[in-house]
Structures are given as C-alpha cells and as structure tokens.
Nanobody, 121 residues
Framework: QVQLVESGGGLVQAGGSLRLSCVAS????????MAWYRQGSGKQRELVASITRDGITVYADSVKGRFTISRDNAKNSLYLQMNSLNPEDTDVYSCNADIMSRRTLRWANYWGQGTQVTVSS
C-alpha cells in the first residue's frame, strides 16, 4: 500500500509565504515524476509545478518566479515553497506521484488527500 500525505497548508496574508510538504510511504521501490496540483471550488484542476527524479522542473506561468518545487529522493519527499502569495493562490493543493511498488514492481499514479491554502487580502 502506498500513501501520499501533504502538510503545510494554512491561512496566510497576501505577500506571505508557505511551504508545503508531501511524504510518500508504503511499499515503494522507486518514484519518478512528482507534481503539485491545485483546485478550487468550481475550478478545474491545475498543474502548479512538476519535477522529475533528476530535478528537471516545470512551472505554471501563474507561479513562475514565486514558487519553487523540490524533492528529496532519499526521503521520498516533495516540497513546494510558495512566496509572494496572493488571494488567487487560494486552493486545495494536492501532491501527485508516479510510484513503482516494491511488492508488484508495477507503476501506478497516486494522489494525496490535499491541503488547503487560503490567502487573505
């Protein structure tokens, strides 16, 4: 069984910062691409940023220069440093990862439960 658990969300004033974390646990053999997505009420899910195992990153235009995605392969962890937050960043942020099971040696895509980020004006 594989689980992704996010933490670090909360309420912050405009201009402030938050750091999200996501830890993968369970029968994990290998993790390839990891990503952060966000989705607000009535809105489509949006890719915020992604990172390959080798550290190649991609960002949504709306967060370039403000957010930084990183990972620690030894800790099966993913991070999102969010700076200069504005009310438009208010959403539920979810972690996503492609993980190979140590038990079955098969790849599958997993989602975390999401963490709420609220930015007040």
């Amino acid at each position: 069984q594989v689980q992704l658990v996010e933490s670090g969300g909360g309420l912050v004033q405009a201009g402030g910062s938050l750091r999200l974390s996501c830890v993968a646990s369970g029968t994990i053999s290998r993790i390839n691409d990891m990503a952060w997505y966000r989705q607000g009420s009535g809105k489509q899910r949006e890719l915020v940023a992604s990172i390959t195992r080798d550290g190649i990153t991609v960002y949504a235009d709306s967060v370039k220069g403000r957010f930084t995605i990183s990972r620690d392969n030894a800790k099966n962890s993913l991070y999102l440093q969010m700076n200069s937050l504005n009310p438009e960043d208010t959403d539920v942020y979810s972690c996503n990862a492609d993980i190979m099971s140590r038990r079955t040696l098969r790849w599958a895509n997993y989602w975390g439960q999401g963490t709420q980020v609220t930015v007040s004006s």
